[in-house]
């Protein structure tokens, strides 16, 4: 039964480029979160997303951040343009649908992003 | 607005001391509380869900316990180990249950 995959665990761009980051939720569970540690800072939610559509998208950084979560496969965190300032450990957690949700989140390992 | 405090910041202890990590939260209309632990480079793992009409939770050496009128809650981890070395966050929802607003963090060092 595996858990939140996030992948890359690791992940280094320049100035500049783009940075794609993947999440599978656990089996079964069809919401997904995405959160932004920066580096002494604490978590801070980004993004809430089920089966293509965004939830709420209020922690989103206005450019350059977007979401999506599709019919099929991983949801993606893309950042386009990365600056030196989006250096974090990015998290992805996950819950069950409604009906099922005791309001607990799974979380992955993270994917760190370097930004050169 | 709701704000999540953890002190004490860090926390050191000898093994086999009892661990008392505080959380306080501004906002008394909570869904639940969760607490997570997260080691260095690593994600975060579940511990306990309190939900709000819970006063505590335990699971082995943790309990957890939640004063919703004071806005509080405490982590106990009983006879600690080294292996229990992490930083310990608590983490309520706002207006949703997946949009959590987490403290700071406790981080424990655990001697042998």
């Known amino acids: 039964n595996a858990g939140v995959m996030q992948n890359p665990r690791h992940l280094v761009r320049r100035r500049g480029q783009e940075a794609r980051l993947r999440c599978s939720p656990m089996k079964g569970h069809s919401h997904v979160y995405w959160y932004r540690q920066l580096p002494e800072e604490g978590l801070k939610f980004m993004v809430y997303l089920q089966k293509e559509n965004i939830i709420d998208e209020s922690g989103m950084p206005k450019e350059r951040f977007s979401a999506e979560f599709p019919k099929e496969g991983p949801s993606i965190l893309r950042i386009q343009q990365v600056v030196r300032g989006d250096s974090a450990a990015y998290f992805c957690?996950?819950?069950?649908?409604?009906?099922?949700?005791?309001?607990?989140?799974?979380f992955g390992e993270g994917s760190r992003l370097t930004v050169l | 607005k709701q704000e999540v405090t953890q002190i004490p910041a860090a926390l050191s202890v000898p093994e086999g001391e009892n661990l008392v990590l505080n959380c306080s939260f501004t906002d008394s209309a909570i869904y639940n509380l969760q607490w997570f632990r997260q080691d260095p480079g690593k994600g975060l793992t579940s511990l306990l869900l309190?939900?709000?009409?819970?006063r505590e939770q335990t699971s082995g050496r943790l309990n957890a316990s939640l004063d919703k009128s004071s806005g509080r809650s405490t982590l106990y981890i009983a006879a600690s180990q080294p292996g229990d070395s992490a930083t310990y966050l608590c983490?309520?929802?706002?207006?949703?249950?997946?949009?959590?607003?987490f403290g700071a963090g406790t981080q424990v060092v655990v001697t042998p």
């Open positions: 983490a309520v929802p706002t207006d949703s249950w997946g949009k959590l607003q």
């Open positions: 957690a996950s819950s069950p649908p409604a009906g099922r949700n005791t309001g607990e989140l799974f």
């Open positions: 309190i939900q709000s009409s819970q």
